[in-house]
């Protein structure tokens, strides 16, 4: 039987416990994956708990991780549901098992650069750079302007205040990590896995009402309209996002040629 639960076993002092580990080892994390979905109010199986660290940030954390008591190396990569070759989503840098080494619950860490890469990492101390950045590109997991409560039958909500700080991406940072990240896997089956997260973005969080669209850039903009008003499947939009970003970046390109020149 799975180990995968709703957040009985991965529960708030165990997020705020992880989280503060990885501050002490130099980095300001930011959570991601399963769990950071119920925390905006979405019901959702939580088999594990993933952080985003800088790249550069990854051995210190990797080695605060390797101190933790209830965190086992896996016994097995190959068979491993985190590690194995059609693993969803792809594979993260590292991870660990919560209990056993076979267990099923596990804790991750990703680069930066592989989800965030399109925004700068928060700084530390992670309070003062949430409460400072304009776009509010990051929150505190217990900012409840900003989160849901607890409501039956959705995800948890947000946190309690105290115990820890915990950083979650805002919503639409959150969203326009799944379009790109659905377009940069178009090609391979993570493309349909990170579309699903999209679906939930669309039927819980946008619902909700805890999504201004307006903060996404240009061209996720354009991709959400088209979302919204099915103008294309899935797969087109993405094709088209592809297509208005590298038309972006070339656009970036040659003004910074032109500064340069003069």
């Known amino acids: 039987m799975s180990e995968a639960v709703t957040c009985s076993k991965m529960d708030e002092a165990l997020v705020k416990s992880l989280s503060q580990t990885l501050i002490d080892s130099g980095v300001t994390p930011v959570l991601w994956g399963d769990y950071l979905l119920t925390i905006y109010g979405v019901p959702s199986i939580v088999g594990g708990l993933e952080f985003i660290v800088p790249k550069e940030g990854l051995p210190g954390a990797i080695s605060a991780l390797k101190k933790i008591e209830k965190l086992r190396m896996c016994s097995d990569i190959r068979a491993c549901p985190v590690s194995r070759e059609r693993a969803m989503p792809h594979i993260p840098s590292f991870h660990m098992h919560l209990g056993a080494p076979a267990s099923e619950l596990y804790v991750s860490l990703w680069p930066h650069s592989e989800i965030l890469g399109f925004i700068p990492e928060p700084k530390i101390p992670a309070r003062t750079a949430i409460e400072k950045h304009p776009t509010r590109l990051y929150i505190s997991a217990s900012d409840k302007s900003m989160l849901?409560?607890?409501?039956?039958?959705?995800?948890?909500?947000?946190?309690?205040?105290?115990?820890?700080?915990?950083?979650?991406?805002?919503?639409?940072?959150?969203?326009?990590?799944?379009?790109?990240?659905?377009?940069?896997?178009?090609?391979?089956?993570?493309?349909?896995?990170?579309?699903?997260?999209?679906?939930?973005?669309?039927?819980?969080?946008?619902?909700?009402?805890?999504l201004d669209e307006k903060l996404l850039s240009e061209p996720a903009q354009t991709f959400w309209q088209g979302w919204q008003q099915s103008q294309l499947s899935m797969w087109g939009l993405c094709r088209r996002f592809k297509s208005d970003l590298e038309?972006?970046?070339?656009?970036?390109?040659?003004?910074?040629?032109?500064?340069?020149?003069?």
Do not use: W
């Open 148 to 210: 849901p409560g607890p409501r039956l039958g959705r995800g948890r909500g947000a946190l309690s205040e105290g115990g820890g700080q915990v950083t979650v991406p805002s919503s639409h940072t959150m969203l326009e990590a799944y379009i790109r990240l659905s377009a940069a896997h178009l090609d391979n089956s993570h493309g349909a896995f990170y579309l699903s997260m999209i679906t939930y973005m669309d039927e819980y969080v946008a619902a909700d009402g805890l």
């Open 247 to 262: 038309a972006e970046r070339h656009v970036h390109s040659v003004d910074s040629g032109v500064e340069l020149l003069n």
